[in-house]
């Protein structure tokens, strides 16, 4: 299971990626900033919070950096009161101030809620304190806007005091109070074996051969056409109300042609965000979709190929290396020794444990650079399809038969039998594994917990 807070590879990225695109959306639109007489709700901060829920301090404080932006970009316009221009560096007169006041603010707002969440995480009554952080996560973030307002503009008459004068109206009560609801749903999901077994599934899936490869050159083009569309789109729009209006006999100014361009790019940047959501989850659809597909194809048991999904594979494997040669590939069958008696004397619970762990070790030993399936009973085969020479092969399966002696029941140890063929050129799956099962029953004959590769020597002694 992937751990909270602790998550590798591309899921993060995918989280983050979900988070940015949501808090543009919300500092886009409506829902970041809803206005509804007499109560009027900030919540274009929320997905910092979540952040800090989902990943950690510094992806927090990232996502500040983006709400900061976001902020600055929309104070840019002319249309904006007197107060927000402060936040604009091109307005204000000092825009250095302004970077403070927007971006540096914000992005000081994630870090210290994100490591609050952080430090609360394991603590005992988490959810309680979770609900604190989120609760006070408004109040924090305007004592920090108005502060650096205080110290960078102080003309303006803004100081840390508004914000404590704002404590209790019904905009902050209404505020805090969803606020902290979404962060606790968010927080209870996040902990949620099911969700957290739906993120392990979705990494994961791209570890499966079957599993779809997204061309990451194709992904940055389109998102080069899309973004150069977007600013198309936009420009063309603005021309065409000017033009109307121009029709109409309104001529604008060219300061209300910018502001029109300016929404007209801040509507753009909402649709694009909403696209970006959207992707995310089909990708994670997909992603889902492919787990399940190729977890069909694997024994229930043991976790690795079924005979047909091995022998499939197995197939394209050396379809593929047939180009470049099969010298040094090789073909094993492994099958336990007294597998029957384990199960007679031990039980059957014992037999299944001696199925998954030969079936751990076979993964462990050959799995990242071979194929490794379960043929039958107690029978797994193995592909390496990468060259290697007869001693480096020798040490690995010395090394795996050390690792299967290791696994016992009281005085009775688990041992295994192997036998190994090396392909030769244009040698098909079927003949491989007859040639290797030859060589499996050889080592049976000569007393079992051994090895055999090819036509040589018996090996592997106990």
């Known amino acids: 299971m992937l751990q909270q807070n602790n998550r590798q590879g591309q899921v993060r990225w995918y989280i983050l990626g979900t988070l940015v695109a949501l808090e543009l959306l919300m500092s886009f ?11 009027s709700i900030t919540t274009a901060y929320i997905p910092v919070l ?14 500040g950096g983006v709400f900061g932006l976001a902020s600055m970009w929309k104070a840019t316009a002319h249309y904006v009161v007197n107060t927000d221009q402060l936040f604009s560096p091109t307005t204000s007169g000092n825009p250095f101030g302004s970077f ?20 609360f995480r394991n603590a005992r009554l988490a959810g309680g304190w979770v609900a604190l952080v989120a609760f006070l996560g408004p109040f924090l973030h305007a004592l920090l806007v108005y502060g650096a307002m205080a110290l960078c503009f102080p003309e303006a008459g803004y100081g840390p005091a508004v914000a404590v004068e704002d404590l209790g109206t019904p905009s902050d009560v209404v505020t805090k109070l969803v606020t902290m609801a979404i962060v606790l ?25 079957a ?22 789109v936009a420009i063309y729009f603005v021309q065409r109300m000017n033009k109307v209006l ?3 006999g309104i001529q604008l100014s060219e300061t209300h042609y910018e502001d029109l361009l300016h929404l007209q790019i801040q509507f753009l940047i909402g649709i694009l965000s909403m696209m970006a959501l959207v992707i995310v989850f089909l990708i994670f659809n997909r992603r889902y979709a492919t787990y399940k597909n190729a977890e069909a194809k694997r024994d229930a048991l043991t976790g690795v190929m079924t005979r047909r999904t091995f022998y499939h594979a197995c197939v394209r494997a050396l379809e593929k290396a047939g180009a470049q040669g099969t010298e040094g590939i090789y073909f094993l069958m492994v099958d336990l020794d007294q597998f029957k008696e ?11 444990r001696a199925l998954r762990e030969t079936a751990r070790a076979l993964r462990d030993s050959f799995g990242r650079s071979g194929l490794v399936g379960r043929i039958g009973g107690d029978e797994f085969a193995v592909l390496l399809p990468t060259p290697r020479t007869r001693e480096a092969l020798e040490e690995e399966l010395q090394a795996f038969q050390t690792r299967i002696r290791s696994v016992e029941w009281g005085e009775t140890r688990l041992t295994c039998s192997i036998g190994g063929w090396r392909a030769v050129p244009g ?31 018996l090996t592997g002694d106990r």
């Open 29 to 39: 639109s409506f829902l970041g900033y809803i206005h509804v007489e007499p109560i």
């Open 50 to 63: 979540l952040a800090g829920v989902l990943l950690g301090p510094w992806e927090a404080m990232a996502l």
């Open 100 to 119: 403070v006041l927007s971006v540096v603010s914000r992005m000081l707002f994630g870090l210290l809620v994100g490591l609050l969440l952080q430090c």
């Open 185 to 209: 749903v968010v927080w209870r999901l996040d902990r949620s074996q099911r969700w957290n077994q739906f993120l392990f599934q979705v990494e994961a899936a791209r570890k499966f051969s």
């Open 211 to 232: 599993g779809e490869r997204y061309h990451r050159l194709s992904m940055v083009l389109v998102l080069i056409v899309t973004t150069c569309s977007a600013v198309a």
């Open 246 to 248: 121009s029709q109409e």
């Open 342 to 352: 384990i199960n007679d004397r031990h039980g059957h619970p014992a037999g299944d």
């Open 427 to 457: 040698q098909r799956i079927e003949s491989l594994y007859q040639q290797a099962d030859q060589m499996l029953y050889q080592a049976k004959e000569a007393g079992r917990d051994r090895y055999v590769l090819g036509q040589e020597a």
